[in-house]
């Protein structure tokens, strides 16, 4: 490793050795020390550097590891002093050390200040003949057009090459509130353009405007601030085009109009637009239950346990919740994977925002492209009107992909995109939208058997398994059946207004010996049908073939009110066990042996919503 010490510090870019497995600079040139802010950057750990990144910074060191090498801008760093820094960095592990990297620190503002540099002494070699032909020409072009100008409507000023002000019309200082003696031979950029709407600093080689006379452009703005001299804006719309005297650049006129009370009308019909989408969309993606009742209703989704898996699940939510790391949560069937997810959600800083739950074995093929990525009027035959996807829907809040293994491979790409660039594009359109989510992924299967059987795209995993979280199985930890079947007994009976019925020791220790091939799903079931059937003082559980040990065997005849019941409770277990799926080979239907058609009806019939067996 001498050698390479050796070229560190022959290198002229930023350089450090970083040694993965203790989170510590091994080495670090001059100019690594330079850029990071200390003497010795191997004194704290890396991570120091990489404030709010950390997530980042793992992806990318995986893609390295994967690919051999790699390059990113997305890590965001922060020198010892609490600078923040904007590098690209380049990566390569080290043949002789695989779990130390070598990183190329490339500053990006020291790039931006070179080219900077090389404009301004582009422009200095242009000569100061230039200079005075171009003031010469805008004092002619004064002189003979200045009753025209300040006829004229719209706000019209005109600079010279070096960006100073050599004419203004009277509406234009009308409506900026300057004088001619304000601006004439001044830089009108920092007196009318300094700054934009929100208060981010505007600098002036980003402005349309000196574009134009730089790179001989002509620039349409349609909506952009001028500042008036009393300190308030003034919404305007402009044209910039370059003026030349004899074939030489000698400036630009500005021609602008201000569309502030345009603006304000447009802002209030986009808002009250906004508002309907927003009822229209929430009344299709919600159910007609009030929230008060869903609340109640849903209790269940906080977890219920005290074995040490369940408390060595809590303390990785936990540990999670407050970072906007992607989750990848594995578990069997029934484990409680969504709970996790929600409890994830509630407890990070997007709880305000909405979790937005996408199950992807619930969706034909050809249609889960429009349910997860939205659609535009016309994108596709059916598709009748714009419509948001997800990733829309879950835009500031969180974005929970159950059974993300089933989706399609050419979606899994699409969605992996989306989610690195951070943008969503809808069916049929050209125009992107910015995504600002956070994502949890679930999956029934291990990694390792997710990239074997191919059922998820290796670059997917890669970007999904940040964190990892496992869900045990029931069976393994049946310390937490008591307090779980106590819950979901006083759920169920609050949901069926029926007095909560004693669970025995016996009842209790049979529903302990049980294997739970459904896991917590398959208790909830057992305990809402126990509910039931249930009409004395003592819960009567039906387990495996359905018998009922202990219970009345005289007992046969039922209401038609309870008959109804067990038939709606009935259905409800089919559709949990299917997934919401009523036709096709593996669908409720088949499972209840009956016609998809019968089943249908007899869901609508009942009102059985989806709420119910999710």
């Given amino acids: 490793m001498r050698d390479i010490d050796s070229i560190l510090r022959h290198l002229p870019e930023a350089a450090v050795l970083l040694d993965t497995r203790r989170d510590r600079i091994t080495a670090a040139?001059?100019?690594?020390?330079?850029?990071?802010?200390?003497?010795?950057?191997?004194?704290?750990?890396?991570?120091?550097?990489?404030?709010?990144?950390?997530?980042?910074?793992?992806?990318?060191?995986?893609?390295?590891?994967?690919?051999?090498?790699?390059?990113?801008?997305?890590?965001?760093?922060?020198?010892?002093?609490?600078t923040k820094l904007h590098c690209e960095l380049h990566a390569r592990f080290m043949a002789e050390a695989p779990h130390v990297a070598l990183i190329l620190l490339l500053d990006l503002d020291e790039l931006q200040r070179r080219a900077e540099k090389t404009e301004a002494a582009e422009l200095f070699r242009s000569g100061i003949d230039s200079w005075k032909s171009a003031h010469s020409f805008f004092s002619e072009l004064e002189r003979q057009n200045q009753l025209i100008l300040n006829a004229a409507g719209e706000g019209i000023y005109g600079v010279n090459a070096e960006g100073k002000t050599t004419f203004v019309n009277r509406a234009a200082q009308e409506m900026l509130g300057w004088s001619a003696d304000d601006l004439l031979g001044h830089d009108i950029h920092t007196k009318i353009h300094h700054h934009h709407v929100n208060g981010d600093h505007y600098p002036a080689h980003d402005c349309p405007i000196y574009r134009s006379f730089r790179f001989e452009q002509v620039h349409r703005i349609e909506d952009e601030v001028f500042w008036r001299k009393d300190g308030k804006p003034i919404r305007v719309e402009y044209v910039s085009t370059p003026i030349y005297d004899q074939q030489v650049l000698a400036g630009a006129v500005v021609i602008f109009r201000d569309i502030t009370e345009r603006k304000e009308n447009e802002r209030k019909l986009r808002e009250a637009l906004e508002q309907v989408a927003e009822l229209r969309d929430r009344l299709e993606q919600e159910n007609a239950y009030l929230q008060e009742t869903i609340t109640s209703e849903r209790a269940h989704l906080d977890i219920v346990g005290q074995s040490p898996a369940i408390v060595q699940l809590l303390e990785k939510i936990a540990l999670v919740a407050d970072t906007d790391a992607t989750v990848l949560i594995t578990g069997e069937t029934g484990t409680g994977k969504a709970l996790v997810a929600s409890a994830i959600h509630k407890e990070s800083a997007r709880r305000r925002r909405p979790l937005i739950q996408f199950k992807c074995g619930s969706v034909s093929p050809d249609a889960i492209e429009a349910e997860l990525f939205g659609q535009i009027r016309g994108a596709f035959p059916g598709a009748l009107r714009d419509k948001p996807g997800k990733l829309e829907l879950a835009h500031g809040g969180t974005l929970f992909l159950d059974d993300v293994e089933e989706l399609p491979p050419e979606v899994q790409g699409r969605l992996l995109n989306a989610l690195q660039t951070r943008s969503v594009t809808r069916l049929g359109d050209t125009r992107s939208k910015i995504l600002d989510i956070r994502v949890i992924a679930a999956t029934t299967l291990a990694p390792q058997q997710a990239l074997k059987t191919g059922r998820i795209r290796e670059d997917l995993l890669f970007h999904l398994n940040v964190f990892p979280i496992h869900c045990m199985p029931l069976r393994e930890r049946p310390a937490d059946i008591p307090l779980l079947a106590a819950h979901l007994l006083d759920l169920a009976c609050r949901r069926f207004n029926r007095t909560v019925p004693a669970i025995t020791q016996g009842t209790m220790r049979r529903l302990m010996d049980y294997d739970w091939p459904?896991?917590?799903?398959?208790?909830?079931?057992?305990?809402?049908?126990?509910?039931?059937?249930?009409?004395?003082?003592?819960?009567?559980?039906?387990?495996?073939?359905?018998?009922?040990?202990?219970?009345?065997?005289?007992?046969?005849?039922?209401?038609?009110?309870?008959?109804?019941?067990?038939?709606?409770?009935?259905?409800?277990e089919a559709l949990r066990e299917t997934g919401g799926r009523v036709s096709g080979g593996d669908g409720a239907a088949a499972l209840l042996g009956m016609k998809p058609t019968t089943l249908y009806s007899r869901i609508r019939a009942l009102g059985i919503g989806d709420d119910e067996w999710q």
Wanted: glycine content about 12%.
């Fill in 29 to 82: 040139n001059e100019a690594a020390r330079s850029l990071l802010g200390t003497d010795d950057p191997g004194a704290v750990p890396f991570t120091r550097f990489l404030p709010g990144a950390l997530a980042d910074f793992i992806v990318f060191l995986e893609e390295v590891q994967h690919r051999g090498s790699g390059w990113t801008r997305a890590v965001a760093m922060a020198s010892a002093t609490g």
């Fill in 518 to 572: 459904g896991n917590v799903r398959e208790l909830r079931n057992v305990i809402e049908r126990a509910a039931i059937v249930s009409q004395g003082p003592k819960l009567i559980v039906e387990l495996g073939g359905g018998e009922t040990p202990g219970a009345d065997q005289h007992a046969t005849v039922r209401t038609d009110a309870e008959m109804q019941q067990l038939i709606r409770a009935n259905i409800v």
